[in-house]
């Protein structure tokens, strides 16, 4: 019934039914996943119906919703941002839970969820990273920042370094 498409991996469509109209799937290695397509491999019966989509990492307790499936869009392209979670840097699976709900309210959810920016968060991060380090030639109270003339090679170096050990280092930037 349905198709999910992770970049680099296999077609995946083994989902298993969890009720009447709940589905779930379990992805390995989440870190490693910035983007999946879940979409329909069929129509569904009305188009007064559409399907929720839900991600939980372990113990799945919770929820999170993510999007909605629908006849007129049967397929959707997500952002993850589970590289970027804390929670889910480190676990070895999330699951993915889809639910064939009535589709007005599953659109107005949609309409009402904050949008995930993962780019702009990443790159505001990287900024800061560079902001600090230039911050740390301070040497005084001065409003007025004095630092090296090899102050951008020498951060550079320093990023590419700390990032070849681990890429999202530059998450933890305060």
């Not at 399907?51 to 909605?68: K, Q, R």
């Not at 889809?98 to 990443?122: M, N, Y």
Request: net charge negative; charged share 20%.
């Amino acid at each position: 019934m349905f198709g999910l498409v992770v970049p680099k991996r296999p077609l995946h469509t083994s989902f298993v039914q969890e009720g009447e109209t709940r589905w779930t799937t379990d992805i390995p290695s989440p870190h490693s996943i910035a983007e999946f397509v879940i979409f329909l491999m069929r129509a569904l019966p009305s188009d007064s119906l559409g399907v929720g989509v839900y991600w939980s990492f372990p113990p799945f307790s919770s929820w999170e919703f993510i999007g909605v499936l629908t006849n007129s869009q049967p397929s959707e392209l997500f952002d993850t941002g589970w590289a970027l979670n804390p929670e889910v840097r480190g676990v070895p699976v999330v699951r993915l839970g889809l639910s064939v709900e009535e589709a007005g309210p599953l659109l107005e959810k949609l309409q009402t969820k904050p949008p995930l920016d993962t780019k702009r968060e990443f790159a505001q991060k990287v900024a800061l990273n560079l902001y600090r380090f230039i911050e740390s030639f301070n040497q005084g109270m001065s409003d007025v920042i004095q630092c090296p003339q090899d102050v951008l090679d020498r951060w550079y170096r320093r990023f590419e370094s700390r990032a070849a050990v681990d890429p999202l280092f530059v998450m933890r930037t305060e």
